[in-house]
């Protein structure tokens, strides 16, 4: 399983090997940003009840996703851990049954899908004038949601054998088919035909389709990761239950925590549009500008991973240290340019002078807490490999259930908007630096 865009995650300097997997993944990560912002663009042009039907499908493709991205964490963490034990028997069929799983999964969630897209989106709140449109939208979507998950999968599964370059490009790739087929589609540009919202659904699977066919291409004869071999049917539970025993809490989690930051958004709507319109703002800013840590985030779980396997728990702790130490020169990097030029980046997105002083005042008191909420990133990422999902879940649920919401309430009745924010940088603080000391202790376990 040698090819050139491989780091060799055992052996080579760990500081230097972490920036080799690090840099595609930021690449990766915002052709990722780029593949959403171009559907909402071209959308938004079909007009107001078209964006609106766009927006009514995010919760559910976001939920969809997140257990498309669990599967895919779970499959990663094991098929890492057992690259490092040079099992190569057990990384084809732990790849081989997570693909299998893929495929079941999405079954499922087709089949239930679309037999309650009505009720469901009803439920949500699209009106008679919406409906038929995220109709369109889903009928197309749903059935396509193979091509969502298996390269989620499948991009896990490759970068859990040390090469973080091909998945990048394959998403850069996929966001470049995504920008082209948009207006042809959507507006029927040339030869082909006006779909509209369909068309933007029809853009995504497509492209979503490519990276499907070369993950599997890459998987099945660079990597020689895929056995056709038949295997006994405990066996494939047994890959199913270690990959579902990470991914299942990962989902979980990443499901929960939206709902989290809903309440954070009704309590700063007390303050008015304006702070909502300001509170959205900052948070896609923070988004874009923690883009770094998520992608170390990403690439620290197959290092720690092989060499878990391996045995080599110097390097892990080497890596661990490292990667945290850049978390916290990342935070304080960012709290200085934010601090510096809070109102000049504010003003790029909303010229309302409110709007943008209260992203200005977002962006000079949650970032005090930036670095922490790196770390905590990164402790959650390790957790998985180690096989402590359920640490790595509760640990997130306390920064925002323990933490964020009770601090932003009582922030909101003493001190305005303001205590809001710094219930969120606390939260971002104590939970990071509480990831910290719980993964230093189950790493006591390994010396």
């Not at 052709?31 to 078209?50: C, P």
């Not at 939970?431 to 010396?447: F, Q, R």
Request: aromatic share 10%; charged share 10%; net charge positive.
């Amino acid at each position: 399983m040698a090819n050139k865009n491989k780091a060799n995650l055992t052996y080579a300097p760990v500081g230097k090997t972490l920036i080799d997997l690090t840099i595609p993944m930021i690449f990766g990560a915002l052709g990722l940003v780029v593949f959403n912002l171009v559907d909402t663009f071209f959308v938004g042009r079909l007009g107001t009840n078209e964006l609106a039907a766009l927006s009514f499908t995010f919760p559910v493709v976001l939920v969809l996703n997140n257990i498309a991205l669990g599967v895919g964490v779970g499959a990663g963490a094991v098929i890492s851990r057992a690259i490092g034990e040079g099992d190569y028997h057990n990384v084809k069929r732990l790849t081989t049954d997570s693909l299998s799983l893929a495929l079941v999964t999405v079954i499922i969630f087709v089949a239930i899908g679309m037999l309650t897209i009505e009720p469901i989106f009803r439920l949500l709140g699209a009106n008679p004038k919406i409906l038929p449109l995220v109709k369109q939208y889903m009928r197309i979507w749903y059935p396509g949601m193979l091509f969502v998950m298996f390269p989620m999968v499948g991009n896990n599964a490759i970068r859990a054998a040390g090469d973080t370059k091909t998945p990048a490009i394959i998403m850069i790739v996929a966001a470049t088919v995504n920008t082209i087929l948009d207006p042809l589609l959507i507006f029927g540009i040339g030869p082909f035909p006006r779909l509209e919202i369909a068309g933007a659904a029809l853009a995504t699977i497509i492209s979503r389709a490519i990276t499907m066919a070369v993950a599997i291409y890459v998987l099945w004869h660079r990597e020689k990761m895929i056995t056709l071999e038949r295997p006994a049917a405990r066996e494939v539970l047994r890959s199913w239950g270690q990959i579902l025993y990470i991914g299942i809490p990962t989902a979980g989690t990443r499901i929960i925590i939206p709902l989290a930051v809903g309440v954070i958004t009704s309590i700063v709507a007390r303050f008015g549009p304006v702070v909502v319109a300001a509170y959205g703002v900052a948070s896609r800013i923070e988004f874009f500008s923690m883009t770094v840590v998520r992608a170390l985030s990403a690439v620290l779980a197959p290092f720690v991973g092989q060499n878990i396997g391996a045995g080599k728990y110097d390097r892990v702790q080497t890596g661990i240290k490292y990667s945290s130490r850049f978390s916290a020169l990342w935070g304080i990097f960012l709290l200085g340019i934010l601090a510096i030029f809070a109102r000049p980046i504010a003003s790029v997105f909303n010229k309302n002078p409110e709007v943008v002083s209260n992203i200005a005042l977002y962006l000079r008191i949650v970032p005090v807490g930036y670095g922490l909420q790196g770390v905590l990133l990164l402790a959650a990422a390790t957790l998985n490999v180690l096989n402590k999902p359920f640490h790595a879940a509760v640990l997130s649920i306390i920064q925002m259930f323990v933490l964020c919401v009770p601090l932003a309430y009582l922030g909101a009745r003493l001190f305005g908007v303001g205590g809001v924010f710094a219930a969120i940088s606390i939260s971002y603080i104590v939970a990071g630096a509480l990831s910290y000391t719980v993964l230093m202790k189950i790493m006591k376990n390994y010396v």
